[in-house]
């Protein structure tokens, strides 16, 4: 054999093993997914909470330039007391509903049968809508467990568990899809269901709404808990625009959703809810 | 340079953390700068000959954070980002592009087609093989790309004084 054929011949046995190599490490990164992940978390959550914690605070700093420091304190105060008393009040609309058509007896707010776990996020992917929180298997966290703020506004649904950590799909993910009733600002009106869908990049919009009932701006979206899944009456959002059409058999709307991802400090999973 | 490898893992691992942890509170239309993205085109915009192992480790490295952070399967951006390493290669040869064409306009423009090559590929993996690689393509891609620019601007600035200035003093040495 030649020089120059010996130098081929050499060449391409590196590349075949370094080939090889990157096909075997990349079917054992598949294989082991799951532990490989949680080791880049825990890993990684240390100085990704250093991060986060900066990323808070220069968010809430910028937010300060714009208004003063005072006049943002008023406001983060009275949204919050307005989320719990929308919350309180979506309720309450509910009870008086039953109330007036005599079916059942009228729950008290002890009888919401579920618990909540307490969970901080530690990574958020605006790419494909997840955020990461921080507790997984072993704190018994399960797949399909509700995430939501201490105001119960809904956040989305835990979609992968890992040992010490889940990925929790959000709301405005294109692959999430949650039954809603929309709550009419006058109780004499018919509630209105439909679906809420993802849109991507943080966007969700109200679709699957019968086009002959009257959707109209401000109103308060809400789950409707027909699923089963989770509870009703926790906060998604509200209506901005209704898109409606005489030729289509449905309306959509836009909506302006209540998890914020910049403000969210504890959250919570909601666990063993019971319908 | 035997510390050449570790130090690309650590690099790419901060960045991952800073993309993930920090950077999405100061997302726009929910697009944040794609630090691995950006870091990989800057390699393999800068570096024209022989060093195709670094760029391919690199690719391995750069994919592996990418799809950790996905939770898509592993791979899948390794073949994307080769893909873009090879598409770059065969793009510099016919535009016969040499080393005086290290412009920031040149590589802007460059940087914007394969910014834009690089989500329609990824879009377009996850159409036929039906599975979720967390790529979306629409017009908002712009909106996303016009925010990257800026952070692929300040890394090609970065890049040249650091490391591509200190490569070609070398080589005038010898």
């Not at chain 2, 300040?154 to 040495?173: A, P, R």
Request: proline share 2%.
């Amino acid at each position: 054999m030649n020089l120059r054929s010996k130098k081929q011949f050499i060449f391409s046995q590196k590349i075949l093993i370094r080939s090889l190599v990157f096909i075997i490490s990349i079917t054992l990164l598949n294989l082991f997914s799951g532990p490989v992940r949680n080791f880049f978390y825990l890993s990684s959550s240390p100085i990704a909470n250093v991060f986060m914690g900066t990323g808070e605070s220069l968010n809430y700093f910028f937010g300060n330039i714009l208004l003063s420091k005072k006049i943002r304190k008023k406001s983060d105060e009275l949204e919050r007391q307005n989320k719990e008393i929308m919350y309180e009040m979506s309720i309450l609309k509910d009870k008086i509903k039953e109330f007036n058509d005599t079916s059942i007896a009228v729950e008290n707010s002890e009888d919401l049968n579920f618990s909540l776990m307490l969970v901080k996020i530690n990574g958020i992917n605006l790419e494909n809508d997840t955020i990461g929180i921080n507790k997984g298997q072993e704190d018994g966290v399960l797949e399909g467990m509700l995430l939501i703020s201490k105001e119960m506004s809904v956040y989305g649904r835990v979609t992968k568990v890992f040992k010490n950590f889940s990925s929790v799909l959000l709301l405005s993910a294109k692959e999430s899809t949650v039954d809603v009733k929309v709550q009419p600002k006058n109780i004499e009106e018919k509630t209105i269901f439909g679906v809420l869908r993802g849109k991507g990049r943080q966007s969700v919009y109200l679709d699957l709404v019968d086009a002959e009932l009257n959707l109209n701006q401000d109103d308060l979206i809400v789950t409707s808990g027909l699923e089963g899944f989770f509870p009703p009456n926790l906060l998604i959002g509200k209506v901005i625009s209704v898109d409606k059409s005489d030729l289509k058999p449905f309306q959509t709307a836009k909506v302006e959703h209540y998890f914020e991802i910049g403000n969210s400090d504890n959250l919570f999973l909601i666990e063993n809810y019971k319908k | 340079m035997w510390f050449k490898y570790p130090l690309i893992v650590l690099i790419l691992f901060f960045a991952t953390i800073f993309q993930f942890s920090l950077l999405p509170y100061f997302s726009i239309a929910g697009y944040t700068p794609n630090l691995l993205f950006i870091i990989f085109f800057l390699v393999i915009f800068f570096e024209n000959k022989g060093k195709y192992e670094t760029i391919i480790f690199m690719a391995f490295v750069c994919s592996i954070f990418l799809d950790i952070t996905t939770i898509s399967y592993f791979g899948i951006s390794f073949i994307i980002l080769l893909l873009i390493f090879g598409l770059e290669k065969a793009f510099s040869y016919l535009s016969k592009s040499g080393q005086e064409k290290i412009s920031i306009y040149y590589f802007l423009a460059i940087f914007s087609l394969f910014f834009i090559l690089y989500h329609l590929i990824g879009y377009f993996v996850s159409f036929f093989f039906k599975f979720d690689t967390g790529f979306s393509f629409s017009y908002m891609v712009l909106i996303g790309l016009l925010y990257n620019i800026i952070f692929a601007g300040i890394g090609f600035y970065l890049y040249k004084l650091v490391i591509y200035k200190k490569d070609t003093n070398q080589l005038k040495l010898l």
